[in-house]
């Protein structure tokens, strides 16, 4: 399967703790985009990534989150301190380089549960 | 910023057609995409419209208005594994996607 993998699927832990997701995008595409989606809503964008450059944070994106690509490929976001509004599916996408339009690449994301 | 509406729910008869409707507000436009998400699973792509006038791929068709902030998505010949979450996102200068709240549509037997 060459789609975009994130692990884990599922997250469950305790307020306080951290966490770190990782997501692995298609293989040569250049841009990662990192989202979050609560129930009976869209995707909202949180940052993303040209290559290992991190290019844009969303202001939703607090100084507990922290997302890195260090060589250009995979990228993981960790949260720290989790609250209970941190509770949500956290979504990565992919696109490549050069497309006429910027398709993203959705993977199957991590479902946080912050109890 | 973004502003985009769609309707909540939408129903329809299995055969029947539906026509989700998207208006948008939006700072350096470039483009508007169609994804349709399953229960659980991730957003999967289904159009993308950047000039005017009307997209048709099978049995969905996607039409965009610039001048009217306005797109639609039409979904012909409704099967039941239609019934989803259908979004609506508009694709901005600095490379990001900003998405609608989707249209969950039930297509009944």
């Known amino acids: 399967d060459t789609g975009v993998s994130q692990d884990p699927r599922h997250k469950i832990t305790k307020r306080g703790q951290n966490v770190t997701f990782r997501c692995d995008p298609i293989s040569e595409h250049n841009r990662l985009y990192w989202y979050r989606q609560t129930l009976g809503q869209g995707p909202e964008f949180l940052t993303y990534?040209?290559?290992?450059?991190?290019?844009?944070k969303s202001r939703l994106l607090s100084d507990r989150f922290s997302a890195e690509r260090p060589k250009g490929s995979f990228s993981t976001l960790e949260i720290q301190r989790t609250e209970q509004g941190d509770s949500a599916m956290y979504l990565c996408?992919?696109?490549?380089?050069?497309?006429?339009?910027?398709?993203?690449?959705f993977g199957p994301g991590t479902r946080l549960t912050v109890l | 910023g973004q502003n985009i509406d769609q309707p909540t729910e939408m129903t329809a008869t299995e055969g029947a057609i539906v026509q989700i409707n998207c208006t948008y507000q939006?700072?350096?436009?470039?483009?508007l995409f169609w994804y349709q998400q399953h229960a659980g699973e991730a957003p999967t792509f289904l159009s993308y419209?950047?000039?005017?006038g009307l997209e048709e791929k099978g049995r969905f068709s996607s039409f965009l208005s610039r001048s009217k902030g306005y797109s639609y998505l039409l979904l012909k010949e409704l099967q039941m594994k239609d019934s989803a979450s259908y979004l609506c996102?508009?694709?901005?200068?600095?490379?990001?996607?900003?998405f609608g709240a989707g249209t969950t549509v039930t297509v009944r037997a």
């Open positions: 939006t700072s350096g436009f470039n483009g």
């Open positions: 996102a508009v694709f901005s200068n600095d490379y990001k996607l900003s």
């Open positions: 996408a992919s696109s490549p380089p050069g497309a006429p339009y910027n398709e993203q690449f």
């Open positions: 990534f040209q290559n290992e450059a991190q290019l844009e």
């Open positions: 419209n950047v000039l005017d």
